[in-house]
């Protein structure tokens, strides 16, 4: 069951896609919504703005993205080498090889801030689940508002 009662549950897909927050899969996790802007393309508030939770769960919790942007980065290389090679193809007595990975860079080096991004979102859903239930409202006689520390006292 959802918060609202009116939401779909949004898919893993969808809300990776997106920059979704893992656990309610509805809240922004950057504050800008152009992964373009340089400056502030990166930049995550604390909690997000829908459920609460922390986006950056620990000290130094991102530094891991680096493996799942290495990944994404080979993806892309296969997806692109693999399009050159059906339309275009490989030949040993041309050049094509060569355009090929200048291609390749360039579509790398264009990719860059959203590979950036999915990496953080994925990384996050690694280690935060997704909760249907992630507002129970507060517990009951302690006068809380944050669900976080449910049953707590």
Same mark, same amino acid.
């Given at each position: 069951?959802?918060? !609202?009662?009116?939401?779909? +549950?949004?898919?893993?897909?969808? *809300?990776? #896609?997106?920059?979704?927050?893992?656990?309610?899969?509805?809240?922004?996790?950057?504050? $800008? +919504?152009? %992964?373009?802007? #340089?400056?502030?393309? #990166?930049?995550? /508030?604390? &909690?997000? %703005?829908?459920?609460? =939770?922390?986006?950056?769960?620990?000290?130094?919790? @991102?530094?891991? &993205?680096?493996?799942? *942007? @290495?990944?994404? $980065?080979?993806?892309?290389?296969?997806?692109?080498?693999?399009?050159?090679?059906?339309?275009?193809?490989?030949?040993? @007595? !041309?050049?094509?090889?060569?355009?090929?990975?200048?291609?390749?860079?360039?579509?790398?080096?264009?990719? =860059? /801030?959203?590979?950036?991004?999915? $990496?953080? &979102?994925?990384?996050?859903?690694?280690?935060?689940?997704?909760?249907?239930?992630?507002?129970?409202? /507060? /517990?009951?006689?302690?006068?809380?508002?944050?669900? &976080?520390?449910?049953?707590?006292?």
């Amino acid at each position: 069951m959802c918060a !609202d009662k009116n939401h779909e +549950k949004s898919g893993l897909l969808k *809300s990776l #896609l997106g920059n979704k927050c893992a656990r309610c899969r509805r809240g922004a996790i950057y504050t $800008s +919504k152009n %992964p373009y802007d #340089l400056k502030n393309c #990166l930049k995550m /508030p604390d &909690t997000c %703005p829908v459920c609460g =939770q922390q986006v950056e769960v620990e000290v130094g919790f @991102y530094y891991g &993205t680096g493996y799942v *942007s @290495y990944a994404l $980065s080979i993806a892309i290389c296969v997806a692109s080498f693999i399009a050159w090679w059906l339309f275009i193809g490989f030949s040993i @007595y !041309d050049n094509r090889i060569f355009w090929w990975l200048g291609v390749n860079a360039f579509i790398l080096l264009v990719m =860059q /801030p959203l590979i950036m991004r999915w $990496s953080r &979102t994925i990384w996050m859903a690694f280690f935060v689940y997704y909760d249907e239930n992630w507002y129970q409202g /507060p /517990p009951e006689g302690s006068g809380r508002a944050n669900a &976080t520390f449910k049953n707590a006292i």
